[in-house]
């Protein structure tokens, strides 16, 4: 029994030796998705599309930057371009890792800015089929992760992950993410729901190297049981561009400077 | 005759007709296996069907959903306690893991969003994520539940004793399946919470389930029964299970060619066997006859022959006028309707076939001996059935003008009672007081907002017209005048929205519970509940280019007329009120409203047409108007009274009944034929024999076969008025009524009318 036990730990080595845990993987697919640079702009297009084909659009810039290392917090500067009655409308978020993110709304019509507290897991973003999690993350802590297979995803060679939340409240049972081997980008991710089923498919359409790093510049979330799907496309994309910190503020989110929104 | 060499045939060789129709039969009914069934009264109509179009395009328009079941959780002591909060979480939690049901879009108190507000900060969660434990806890639920009007009514009752959620289904699913499972989920709950099912999946699933469950056990019985009355007339077991043979056989053959050429059994098909086992009991003529024959011949052979000959042609007649009546259908536009019509028309025909084929062959095998002991008690003076017929027919052609003066009396009492019916439909009502289905309906609908949903939906003509405040405040004052109905419990329009988050944007200030004053608020108030609720939310009442409103409309009850008071008072409420929109209904409401309009008026349509196809016939057999004319009358009368019965007792005018109208046609009609006939018949084999005795032979010998077969027929029916369901009641109470009252009418007012209007009747020739 013993040696069997002995030779199983040495035919194993190997693999523990050079092959990443599941860990490992979301630790990097985490950096490479939601943190790359120092900080981050895009012109984003979010196209909602109804199962009877019709189109709501929002139109919007997005600015991010980091306070510390992958995992740790965010700040989001988002201005809404469309739909037109909500033109100059801004939203701030500032994300902490293992709490629910601030975010602030500002209202021109009432030229009002108010905080709104909401849950990250399953508040729509906008309306749309992507969650505030989906966006911003979610703390690798909370999931149990284990590398299922290996898999070759459109053309390229993927870990395949399965994460878990520790806690029930989530409105999936687990996620499988394909990662990709040599950039680490999430390429597809399929949600499960609580009876086991496929709900919720992720897929990265196009990636594109943006100064270096690469970025997925269309992706696509699709929900299988309502037929809803949200389709985001950048059309512009930079990294370290030297955002300041005062920008997140009340005052800019009233009048948000043209320089960084346009 | 072509009709009398097959019987000829048929008695030269019994062996093999009764070997051809057992081959015939199997194969029929290798076609059973592939038996599909559809109990969705929404197949009633084609899928291209303008109500079915437009309700399609209005749940796509705004991701609804066409099955809804609300499940109510009743607590005397209020809902509002740890206990209770906790089995309402549990049951949620469960109900979202059933196959079937749209799991990201139930309403419940902890799925439901909740927008609040709180030191400036805008709180957007579910209603109640973890049940609360202190009085301080249940104190702010309580706040938040009453402070939100789209919450009462809704998910909780005015009185804080009824709270209730709401499971939509994707598309396909069973609302009965599912229905149990919820019930399993319940009683694994202890205390002292009552729960109740309702919404029109439950009820019409189960009723579907139901209604096969009664059609196998209704009918066998029935066919027992049947048998049983069949052997208490003629004492011979052999003929009596070959009259059920001949009835069996036609409906493994009509249902087998049904299931063969791919059609599913719906609704009004699987009535189809009952209706053929009435028809088939026709056929009793044949034996009525044999037996007398037979007294007179002593020769089998020869008796079957004569027999035929003698009844073949009332026969072939009362087929032909049945077959047409149903038929006509065919020419319907409601697909169920025609292939229920065009099912009971070939099996009629098969019915008759076998009647001159299959019946003959049978009579072959019957040892001479036990015929002769059965026709010995079959003596039209002597038996006292006999005697009583005579003095029925004895009273019409005796007292002929009082007979009349007295129909005419009931007539016109009939036509008052006719003009008192009220044609409406209720879904829920098919079931008894006492059932679930109703029980459940009833509590919900006393507690909470109404379990029967219809839309109105506001079309503008332009893009982005319902954010502008005149849209808002023209759909907020109709949904006032709406609610102002009392079979209106609720309604939910985006106005309710953009009034909650203008409320809560501004520090809960109730004087903001109104329309903000400009478009551009509302496009952003619009625009902030997308991004804090969830999204289907706002896809239910407005479209995307903001064009469409979507009003739902609670209804608290499932009566078809509730949906057409909704759509008259936005009618009004569009004249007082001019507006570049348009209101269309729409909803599961407004479908049950057109259906039963449409299967009710397809149904009377088809029996105006098939009471003038039957004339013709009955003019083409008599070759005399006139006689068709007389041989009308009692028909006519006996169908005028019953529905005249219908309009006083207030019964509705539904579906159920309107489906009989035609059979009642179908069967009436076959006495007159008989009757009528034989009587001329009779009267030229018997030249000398005076016309009142000719009446008095024809109430006394073929009106034995129209009482037995009455009889028989009413009995079977009988077992129906013992089902759960009350549209069985109503067709049990019907036809046994219909069938005695049709062959009374038939042998009072017959031998009336003949001896009144004789000189008219046999003017041209005919002896008198």
Redesign the interface.
């Known amino acids: 029994m013993k040696q069997y036990l002995i030779l199983l730990v040495v035919l194993l080595l190997p693999f523990e030796a050079f092959a990443l845990t599941a860990d490992d993987v979301m630790k990097k697919s985490q950096a490479a998705f939601l943190y790359p640079g120092k900080d981050f702009k895009a012109r984003v297009v979010m196209k909602?599309i109804?199962?009877?084909g019709?189109?709501?659009v929002r139109e919007m810039t997005m600015l991010r930057k980091n306070y510390g290392a992958p995992g740790g917090e965010q700040k989001y500067f988002i201005y809404f371009f469309q739909?037109a009655?909500?033109k100059d409308?801004t939203?701030m978020v500032y994300k902490y890792p293992g709490r629910d993110a601030d975010r602030w709304?500002f209202?021109?019509?009432?030229s009002?800015v108010?905080?709104?507290?909401?849950?990250d897991k399953y508040?729509?973003?906008?309306?749309?089929?992507f969650t505030y999690e989906d966006v911003s993350g979610r703390d690798l802590s909370e999931d149990t992760h284990a590398l299922i297979k290996e898999d070759k995803y459109n053309g390229k060679d993927c870990y395949v992950v399965k994460s878990a939340p520790k806690a029930a409240?989530m409105?999936y049972s687990y996620k499988l993410s394909w990662i990709d081997k040599t950039d680490f980008l999430p390429i597809k991710e399929e949600y499960y729901?609580?009876?086991g089923e496929l709900y919720k498919v992720f897929t990265a359409d196009e990636i594109k190297a943006v100064k270096g790093f690469p970025t997925i510049m269309k992706r696509t979330m699709k929900?299988l049981?309502?037929h809803?799907m949200t389709q985001v496309t950048y059309l512009k994309a930079d990294y370290n561009i030297g955002i300041e910190d005062n920008l997140f503020s009340e005052r800019f989110l009233k009048q948000p400077p043209k320089k960084w929104i346009e | 005759m072509r009709k009398f060499s097959l019987v000829k045939f048929s008695v030269e060789h019994p062996k093999l007709i009764v070997i051809l129709s057992v081959i015939v039969t199997l194969a029929f009914m290798t076609q059973f296996p592939k038996m599909r069934t559809d109990t969705n009264p929404k197949n009633m109509l084609p899928k291209t069907s303008e109500v079915r179009v437009w309700n399609d395009q209005v749940e796509?328009?705004f991701?609804l959903y066409e099955d809804m079941i609300a499940l109510g959780i009743v607590n005397e002591k209020g809902i509002l306690n740890p206990d209770t909060l906790g089995k309402i979480k549990r049951i949620t939690d469960e109900i979202?893991?059933i196959?079937g049901v749209?799991?990201?879009?139930v309403s419940s108190f902890t799925t439901i969003d909740n927008v609040t507000v709180d030191n400036?900060?805008?709180?957007?969660?579910p209603l109640m994520?973890d049940v609360p434990q202190d009085q301080k806890g249940l104190e702010s639920l309580r706040k938040m539940l009453y402070e939100n009007p789209l919450f009462i009514n809704r998910i909780i009752s005015k009185d804080g004793k009824t709270a209730a959620i709401y499971i939509p289904l994707?598309k396909g699913a069973n609302g009965k399946e599912i229905a149990d499972k919820i019930r399993e989920i319940i009683r694994r709950e202890k205390g002292d919470e009552k729960y109740y099912i309702a919404g029109d999946p439950v009820a019409r699933d189960t009723f579907g389930a139901e209604m096969f469950k009664l059609m196998a056990v209704f009918a066998p019985i029935a066919g027992i029964i049947m048998l049983f009355v069949r052997y208490l007339m003629f004492r011979d077991l052999f003929l009596s299970i070959t009259l059920m043979m001949d009835a069996m056989i036609s409906i493994v053959w009509s249902m087998g060619l049904l299931i063969g050429l791919g059609f599913p059994i719906h609704i009004m098909s699987s009535m189809a066997p009952v209706f053929l086992m009435a028809i088939a009991t026709d056929s009793m003529h044949i034996f009525n006859e044999f037996y007398f024959r037979y007294r007179e011949t002593r020769d089998k052979k020869k008796a079957i022959i004569e027999t035929m000959q003698a009844v073949s042609r009332p026969v072939r007649y009362t087929a032909l006028a049945t077959a047409a009546g149903f038929a006509v259908l065919l020419f319907m536009n409601i697909v169920p309707v025609k292939v229920f019509g065009g099912l009971v028309a070939f099996g009629t025909i098969s019915l008759r076939i076998l009647s001159f084929s299959f019946i003959p062959a049978m009579f072959m095998f019957v040892k001479e001996d036990k015929i002769a002991k059965i026709a010995g008690a079959e003596d039209i003076s002597m038996g006292k059935s006999s005697q009583f017929l005579i003095r029925l027919a004895g009273f019409g052609a005796n007292h002929p003008k009082n007979t009349v003066i007295v129909g005419l009396v009931l007539f016109v009492i009939a036509l008052v009672g006719l003009s008192r019916i009220t044609v409406n439909n209720n879904l829920v009502e098919w079931f008894k007081k006492s059932s679930d289905v109703r029980i459940a309906d009833s509590v919900m609908n006393k507690a909470l907002g109404g379990t029967s949903l219809g839309y109105v939906v506001a079309i503008a003509k332009d893009d982005?017209y319902i954010?502008t405040p005149e849209a808002m405040r023209y759909i907020e004052g109709l949904q006032r005048r709406l609610e102002k109905l009392p079979v209106v419990g609720k309604t939910t329009s985006v106005v309710d929205y953009v009034k909650r988050i203008n409320r809560v944007?501004h520090d809960d200030d109730p004087k903001y519970d109104a329309v903000?004053e400009?478009?551009?608020?509302i496009?952003?108030?619009l625009?902030?509940f997308?991004?804090?609720?969830?999204?289907?939310d706002?896809?239910n009442v407005v479209?995307?280019?903001f064009r469409r409103a979507n009003i739902w409309v609670q209804l608290k009850t499932w009566d078809a007329q509730a949906m057409k008071s909704v759509i008259e008072a936005a009618d009004e409420y569009k004249k007082t009120n001019p507006t570049p929109m348009d209101l269309k209904p729409s909803g599961i409401a407004y479908f049950n409203l057109v259906w039963n309009h449409e299967v009710l008026w397809d149904m009377v349509k088809g029996f105006v047409l098939a009471l003038i196809v039957v004339f013709g016939i009955l003019a083409f057999d008599f070759r005399s108007i006139k006689w068709a004319v007389v041989g009308y009358t009692p028909l006519l009368f006996t169908i005028l009274l019953i529905y005249g019965v219908v309009g006083f007792t207030g019964k509705d005018f539904d579906m159920p009944i309107s489906v009989l109208s035609t059979l009642s046609l179908g069967m009436a009609v076959d006495f007159a034929i008989h009757f009528v006939s034989r009587l001329r018949q009779r009267r030229k084999e018997a030249p000398g024999e005076s016309l009142s005795d000719a009446l008095l032979w024809t109430a006394a010998r073929p009106g034995k076969g129209i009482m037995r077969n009455a009889i028989l027929f009413a009995a079977s029916f009988a077992v129906m008025m013992f089902a759960p369901l009350t549209p069985y009641i109503t067709v049990g109470a019907f036809i046994v009524s219909m069938m005695l009252l049709s062959a009374i009418m038939t042998l009072i007012y017959l031998p009336a009318l003949v001896t009144l209007m004789q000189g008219w009747l046999f003017s041209n020739g005919e002896s008198k």
């Open positions: 909602l109804s199962e009877g019709q189109e709501r739909p009655d909500v409308m939203f709304l209202v021109p019509a009432i009002m108010r905080r709104i507290a909401a849950k508040s729509s973003f906008v309306g749309s089929d409240d409105e729901d609580k009876r929900n049981q309502s809803h | 796509k328009t991701s979202l893991k196959k749209a799991a990201r879009d400036a900060t805008l709180r957007v969660a994520t994707e982005d954010k944007l903000p400009n478009k551009e608020m496009g952003q108030y625009f902030l997308s991004m804090s609720a969830k999204p289907s706002l896809d479209d995307y280019p």
